[in-house]
């Protein structure tokens, strides 16, 4: 069975850190690229990070400088540092992964989400 499990999300004050962590299961995690995704109510879902296989990173404009991606392949386990949380980074916070081993916008597999809300 395939299962993305994120876990770390909570309330924090502004200007905190938190980082969230997703587990993967039952499937070859090696060859997927795993991204990170939020979604507020009312909005559109945003992309947030991303690592490719290659190991290649990338970041939403949003995020640049305060994020980082990491991979930990011996735990199967994308992290998403995050720090100098503002208000706006409140959100429901989805893994995903994409079995082209690219950061594209056709992943296959979504975790249930995490919840990150920031106290101003």
């Known amino acids: 069975e395939v299962q993305l499990v994120e876990s770390g999300g909570g309330l924090v004050q502004a200007g905190e850190s938190l980082t969230l962590s997703c587990a993967a299961s039952?499937?070859?995690?090696?060859?997927?690229?795993i991204g990170w995704f939020r979604q507020a109510p009312g909005k559109q879902r945003e992309g947030v990070s991303c690592i490719s296989t290659l190991g290649e990173i990338f970041y939403g404009d949003s995020v640049k400088g305060r994020f980082t991606i990491s991979k930990d392949k011996a735990k199967n386990s994308v992290y998403l540092q995050m720090s100098s949380l503002k208000p706006e980074d409140s959100s429901v916070y989805y893994c995903a992964a994409d079995r082209s081993g690219w950061c594209a916008d056709a992943y296959d597999y979504w975790g249930q989400g995490a919840q990150v809300t920031v106290s101003s």
């Open positions: 039952g499937f070859p995690f090696d060859d997927f690229a």
